[in-house]
């Protein structure tokens, strides 16, 4: 152990399913970036999938675009989460965002750094 005393904070994390040919992602990725700077961003793209429709997205070698399935991640406090969640969910539609609470550990002096 360090001795660095720790905090928590509770936290939303949310999940968008997309395709990429639906993903919007440097649009959705700038507007998360310039929201007050969402905590945390990831994009991941899967090798495959298929959601309520039953349309499986992969990739061959004989595909010449790309129609991968594109998962964004993202987390921070609440009421911000819930502000992007209404936002975004016109653009992606039902279904395609998924949410929980979580809890965000951190270091006391990283809450201070970060207030200033």
């Known amino acids: 152990?360090?001795?660095?005393?720790?905090?928590?904070?509770?936290?939303t994390m949310v999940r968008v399913y997309l395709t990429e040919a639906e993903a919007h992602l440097q649009t959705l990725l700038k507007r998360l970036n310039g929201w007050g700077k969402v905590r945390g961003v990831t994009v991941f793209r899967g090798i495959a999938g298929f959601g309520q429709?039953?349309?499986?997205?992969s990739s061959s070698l004989i595909d010449l675009s790309l129609d991968l399935p594109v998962v964004i991640e993202f987390?921070?406090?609440?009421?911000?989460?819930?502000?992007?969640?209404?936002?975004?969910?016109p653009m992606v539609g039902s279904g395609h965002i998924v949410s929980w609470s979580a809890t965000l550990t951190v270091a006391k002096n990283t809450i201070a750094k970060n207030e200033t």
Do not use: C, P, Q, W
Not at 75 to 89: M, P, T, V
């Open 1 to 11: 152990m360090t001795g660095v005393e720790m905090t928590n904070i509770d936290v």
């Open 75 to 89: 987390f921070d406090e609440r009421s911000k989460a819930s502000e992007i969640i209404d936002y975004l969910y």
């Open 53 to 57: 429709s039953g349309t499986i997205h």
